[in-house]
């Protein structure tokens, strides 16, 4: 499983800050690595500058092998808990996808 980290103009990435999400990702996911040959996360400030509540937002692009992509999005005040909420629905939705590939 790939998984490629890009941010918007307002969001500094680095390999110090994104090497964490993507330990995260690949564990949380883990159960799902054979069905999961690539994940795009995508995280940007909603109120560039400004503050506010729940203004970072990760989207989380799967793609999955033989089947469509799906995405998920999650916003939070920070990246980490935007990243945790996306994986948390983008496991949902692969539940889901994969318990309906076994029962055909």
Wanted: aromatic residues 4%; proline residues 2%; neutral net charge.
């Amino acid at each position: 499983m790939t998984i490629q980290f890009n941010t918007d103009k307002n969001i500094t990435g680095s390999e110090e800050k994104s090497a964490p999400l993507i330990a995260f990702l690949t564990t949380d996911l883990s159960r799902f690595s054979k069905q999961i040959t690539r994940l795009e996360v995508h995280l940007s400030d909603e109120n560039g500058h400004k503050d506010g509540q729940n203004d970072v937002r990760c989207l989380i692009e799967a793609r999955l092998e033989g089947r469509q992509p799906i995405a998920v999005t999650n916003d939070a005040n920070t990246s980490s808990l935007a990243v945790r909420g996306a994986s948390d629905k983008l496991k949902n939705a692969l539940e889901t996808i994969v318990g309906r590939a076994r029962n055909y």
